[in-house]
């Protein structure tokens, strides 16, 4: 299995005149590996996955996969609210050689718990992909309790989550009381380095779409334990926050777009694109933060 810990960004998914510009695509790929980025996150929530046909998302999987010529790992979001499709998308994920799957936890349906378990493991028993649950309640509304997590930790094949509540004690218990090895990485860009102080490998990131060498560098010392971070990190604070002024992935392309390295912010509906005032705040922010 190719390491999954470090600063991974959840990729957006660019867009012109209602196709995937995969130009832009390529130039942001490229940014984020000359920053020294972890790995990438295809398909996401950040990907707006559900606007996204089966056929899209295997050319922005073999666009990225060649863009980045295998010197980080491509995890494929394969999650949905059920556990039949989830299944072959993951097996799809397998075949056309996807290092890892992540898998949201069902949405809308609403499970109890036991159902969740059930879910994970026909997902892991029919694969040899790794998997990595996606604890994201904010979004799905259910959410994968602690005990939850430990229990599957053991699973074979299940082999970490992203972990995206941002409470802190919920993510010491699971690094705590999980198999040895599971990794235990953050969804939450505002308390990834908090995690990382307490065991927490890494961050799935938005905000290291435009923060890429400073999400690096504010990773490496949480992890070594040495406090520089803390002060720079806070310079970044507001600008982090404001890229969830609306949803998430929203903001985020509108500062891609200021900064050139996407053609347009175009969105895909329902998600329309960011609107004033908030441009000329995350403007603003941005140049408060030294990018533009």
């Avoid at 941002?166 to 599971?182: N, Q, R, T, W, Y």
Wanted: net charge neutral.
């Amino acid at each position: 299995m190719k390491d999954l810990s470090g600063v991974l960004t959840a990729l957006v998914t660019p867009f012109r005149d209602g196709a995937v510009d995969f130009d832009s695509l390529k130039k942001l790929v490229r940014f984020q590996l000359d920053n020294g980025i972890s790995g990438f996150v295809i398909n996401g929530t950040t990907a707006e996955s559900p606007c996204l046909s089966r056929q899209e998302r295997l050319d922005i999987f073999a666009c990225v996969r060649a863009e980045s010529g295998g010197r980080v790992p491509l995890v494929m979001g394969t999650g949905s609210n059920d556990t039949r499709a989830t299944i072959e998308a993951t097996q799809q994920a397998e075949a056309i050689g996807a290092d890892a799957a992540l898998v949201v936890v069902p949405y809308y349906n609403k499970p109890p718990q036991r159902g969740l378990v059930a879910h994970y493991k026909a997902i892991a028993a029919s694969t040899s992909l790794p998997i990595l649950l996606y604890n994201v309640p904010g979004r799905t509304i259910t959410r994968l309790e602690p005990e939850t997590m430990l229990e599957l930790s053991y699973v074979q094949g299940i082999v970490g989550v992203k972990e995206a509540t941002g409470d802190i004690e919920l993510g010491k218990k699971v690094i705590a009381g999980s198999k040895p090895g599971f990794l235990v990485t953050s969804g939450d860009d505002a308390t990834y380095l908090d995690l990382t102080t307490v065991g927490g490998v890494g961050v799935i990131s938005v905000a290291s779409h435009i923060l890429p060498g400073q999400f690096v560098k504010w990773y490496k010392d949480a992890r070594a334990q040495r406090g520089e971070w803390k002060a720079d990190f806070a310079k970044y604070k507001d600008l982090i926050d404001y890229l969830y002024v609306e949803a998430n992935p929203i903001p985020v392309k509108t500062a891609l777009y200021l900064m050139g390295i996407i053609a347009t912010p175009d969105m895909r509906l329902p998600l329309v694109p960011l609107q004033e005032p908030h441009i000329t705040q995350l403007r603003h922010k941005m140049q408060s933060a030294g990018l533009l």
